[in-house]
């Protein structure tokens, strides 16, 4: 990649960082479509966070990404926010443009594209069972509420987080979100209802791949069940439903379609999925 003068930047804010795939897939993406920008990693602790934004502001980025931990925080450094990560109460993504920095999410849109790409099957209308109730899952949960799933359940193993999720989605849309106390038959009575199992948890991450975030006993036939844990590219969980013959939705096209929507905010062109694809698969 040629770096020249009228060479743009974008980054990724975060802490720690070494395990970020993200330089490698934009990297590469603005190689391929040969857009004058590169991607760095900035590692930049908590207390440091204002500063560092305040300095990016006044240089030549288009834009940056914000990772754990901070993408709460860094929202109040912005000069405007999106609805959708308003709602979600965090920013992964900041475009700047005429010196003003407007935050977004990605995150959820990019599990609705790997979710309706691998499904061929818009969310409008699924019933969908959500284990955990962190950040992801917040994404998650309100970009399915607002692409109009019919109800969303929220199962978490602190009870108290997944009530609140469920008040927050329930004050933003209708009343479609459900807590799940996380006990076999509570589980199993909204799974019974759902078409669609995602885990937002960590459980099944490596290297405790030979874990499962619920029993195989509790899903069925027909269920579409993902995973947003990718390393292993194959969890457990996933292995278990597609023993029983499940619709399987794999954790690493979230990872890329986040940041395929980051790529299409900052330079106004379609992200070279394909490419971007490639260069996580190789490193990950
Ligand atoms: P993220 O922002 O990536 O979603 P997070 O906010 O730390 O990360 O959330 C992690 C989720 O995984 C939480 O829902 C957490 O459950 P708690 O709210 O009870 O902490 C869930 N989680 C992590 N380890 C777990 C485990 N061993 N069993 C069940 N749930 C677990």
């Not at 950040?135 to 309100?142: H, L």
């Not at 579409?224 to 996933?238: Q, S």
Request: charged fraction near 25%; glycine fraction near 6%; aromatic fraction near 8%.
């Amino acid at each position: 990649m040629k770096i020249d003068g009228n060479t743009k930047l974008t980054a990724v804010l975060g802490y720690p960082l070494s395990h970020s795939l993200s330089p490698l897939m934009h990297n590469e993406a603005f190689k391929h479509c040969s857009f004058n920008c590169i991607y760095i990693p900035l590692e930049v602790k908590p207390e440091d966070l204002g500063a560092v934004v305040k300095a990016i502001g006044r240089m030549n980025f288009i834009g940056f990404n914000v990772t754990v931990p901070h993408k709460v925080e860094v929202m109040k450094y912005l000069d405007e926010v999106d609805k959708l990560a308003d709602i979600i109460g965090a920013v992964n993504t900041v475009v700047i443009k005429d010196g003003k920095m407007k935050g977004y999410n990605t995150d959820g849109i990019g599990f609705l594209k790997s979710l309706e790409e691998s499904t061929k099957q818009p969310v409008e209308g699924r019933k969908v069972f959500i284990l955990g109730a962190g950040g992801a899952c917040r994404a998650i949960s309100m970009t399915l509420a607002m692409n109009k799933a019919e109800r969303i359940y929220i199962c978490n193993r602190t009870y108290e987080r997944a009530e609140s999720l469920c008040r927050d989605i329930n004050a933003n849309f209708t009343s479609i979100s459900l807590p799940v106390l996380m006990e076999y038959e509570n589980m199993k009575e909204a799974i019974e209802d759902s078409d669609i199992l995602i885990n937002t948890t960590t459980v099944g991450m490596y290297p405790h791949s030979d874990e499962s975030p619920l029993p195989k006993s509790l899903l069925k036939e027909n269920l579409i069940v993902c995973d947003i844990v990718y390393n292993p590219k194959k969890t457990k969980l996933l292995k278990d439903a597609e023993a029983l013959e499940c619709k399987i939705v794999f954790g690493l096209p979230m990872l890329v379609y986040q940041g395929a929507e980051a790529f299409k905010l900052w330079t106004g062109i379609e992200a070279p999925v394909n490419v971007m694809f490639k260069a996580v698969e190789s490193n990950s």
